[in-house]
Each structure stands twice: as structure tokens, then as C-alpha cells.
């Protein structure tokens, strides 16, 4: 069963930067379509960012427009998330997730947690005020 391996979260004050690092337990599993996500103590788990390898095109919940960045390091086969300007209702455990290679993706699923096969233990970002 391949996983997700994330790192980099942390505390950080409000206004703050934190980069989060997502990689693959199998390198195989790379280059398809990763995403994270993120769950608020006592919310749903949210759609945060994704990323499809060929080609590079990312995806953004509205929220964090202009504020977050997704990327992806081919050599090293690491997927990045850049957050900027943080703030502490962001505080939350995220999740980096992996999905199978398929012929097609439709738009709509890359912000859906169903479309996503593996998943990380996640890493807790705590933003305080």
C-alpha cells in the first residue's frame, strides 16, 4: 500500500510562512496527481491545493488563492506547498494525498478527497494570533 510522507509543519505566528514537503513511500507513485488537504479541529477535511505532475497544473481552493503555492521538484519527487500570510483559523492537520495514474481526470474531481487512493499521517500546522 503506497503513502504519503509528509513534513515541515509546525507553529507559526499570524502573517507567518510555512513550506510543507509531500513524498511518495514509492517513487513509482510519483509524477500522476497529488493534492493536500487540511482538517480543522471539529470541521470536515477541506481541499487545499493539487497539483497534476504532466504538464504542472495546479489547483486552488478559492481561500487560499494568491496566498499558497503548490510545486513539485521532479528530482527529488517532492510536491511542495509554499503558504504565505497564514492565519490562525488555518490552524489544522494537513494532508498530503496521491492518486492513481488514469487516462483522465475530470476537472471537478481534483477537489475531492474520494478521487484521492493514499493518503499521509498528515502534519499539524498551528498558526497562532
Known amino acids: 500500500q503506497v503513502h504519503m510522507v509528509e513534513s515541515g509543519g509546525g507553529l507559526v505566528q499570524a502573517g507567518g510562512s510555512l513550506r510543507l514537503s509531500c513524498v511518495p513511500s514509492e517513487p513509482s507513485f510519483s509524477g500522476y496527481v497529488t493534492g493536500w488537504f487540511r482538517q480543522a479541529p471539529g470541521k470536515e477535511r477541506e481541499f487545499v491545493a493539487a497539483i497534476r505532475w504532466r504538464g504542472g497544473i495546479t489547483y486552488y481552493a478559492d481561500s487560499v488563492k494568491g496566498r499558497f503555492t503548490i510545486s513539485m521538484d521532479n528530482a527529488k519527487n517532492t510536491v511542495y506547498l509554499q503558504m504565505n500570510s497564514l492565519q490562525p483559523e488555518e490552524t489544522a492537520v494537513y494532508y498530503c494525498?496521491?492518486?492513481?495514474?488514469?487516462?483522465?481526470?475530470?476537472?471537478?474531481?481534483?477537489?475531492?478527497?474520494?478521487?484521492?487512493?493514499?493518503w499521509g499521517q498528515g502534519t499539524q500546522v498551528t498558526v497562532s494570533s
Open positions: 494525498a496521491g492518486r492513481r495514474p488514469a487516462p483522465y481526470y475530470s476537472p471537478s474531481s481534483y477537489y475531492s478527497e474520494a478521487s484521492y487512493t493514499s
